[in-house]
């Protein structure tokens, strides 16, 4: 079985501050993991996926997410936050289907 | 444009009345899918397709029906509504359903169901 955890419903940041987006999985082979993000009355974005290879991933809009297998994790980061970041973020991991977590709303105050 | 659409993107219908939820990709994709969205739960598979005429149950097929004549499209298909299918639906594709492929989403669906 496979499976992700986003373990914080929310994130709040202000402008300018370093974002994070917490992701843990539990897979039984490698794991494919990715980030999708929704903005309001969207759909979903992908923004990065680690396959395998270099445990630090850089996706869209200055995303970046880092694979970490003794802590199993692959946490989402963002040096600089924007007020435009704000979305909902989903964790997924893909194993013989893609498998998402329950989501975290991000809030960028200005 | 390389983009998987959905249509209607809002829908308000009654219990019972049958309805359509069309999906469509132009990238030649062999893998489709369709997915719920509700808060809490993320989203998760309803039914997915690897090929034309290959399609199978994801987590949550009751009540839901899909076929796929052609490679483009993936209809999502509710036979008699109920309210508990009040969500958000999202189709997508994918080259293959390898694990390492991404997917692409349409901009969902919103139903509700009263």
């Known amino acids: 079985a496979q499976s992700v955890a986003q373990p914080e419903d929310q994130v709040n940041v202000a402008e300018g501050n370093p974002l994070t987006v917490k992701c843990t999985y539990s897979v039984s082979g490698n794991p494919y993991l990715f980030w999708y993000v929704q903005y309001p009355n969207r759909g979903l974005q992908f923004l990065l996926k680690?396959?395998?290879?270099?445990?630090l991933v850089k996706g869209s809009y200055g995303f970046e997410a880092e694979f970490n297998k003794s802590q199993t994790s692959f946490h989402l980061k963002k040096p600089s936050a924007l007020v435009s970041d704000s979305a909902l973020y989903f964790c997924?991991?893909?194993?013989?289907?893609?498998?998402f977590g329950a989501g975290t709303t991000v809030t960028v105050r200005a | 444009e390389a983009q998987v659409t959905q249509n209607p993107r809002y829908l308000i219908t009654v219990t019972g009345k049958k309805l359509t939820v069309t999906c469509s990709q132009n990238?030649?994709?062999?893998?489709m899918s369709w997915y719920r969205q509700d808060p809490g739960l993320g989203l998760r598979q309803i039914y997915y397709s690897m090929n034309v005429e290959v399609t199978d149950k994801g987590d949550v097929p009751e009540g839901y029906k899909v076929s796929r004549k052609e490679k483009r499209n993936f209809p999502l298909i509710l036979e008699s509504p109920s309210p508990n299918q009040t969500s958000l639906y999202f189709c997508?594709?994918?080259?293959?359903?390898?694990?390492?492929?991404?997917?692409?989403f349409g901009p969902g669906t919103r139903l509700l169901v009263l």
């Open positions: 997924a991991c893909n194993d013989y289907k893609l498998s």
């Open positions: 680690y396959i395998t290879g270099d445990n």
């Open positions: 990238m030649n994709h062999e893998y």
């Open positions: 997508a594709s994918g080259r293959t359903s390898g694990s390492g492929e991404t997917q692409y």
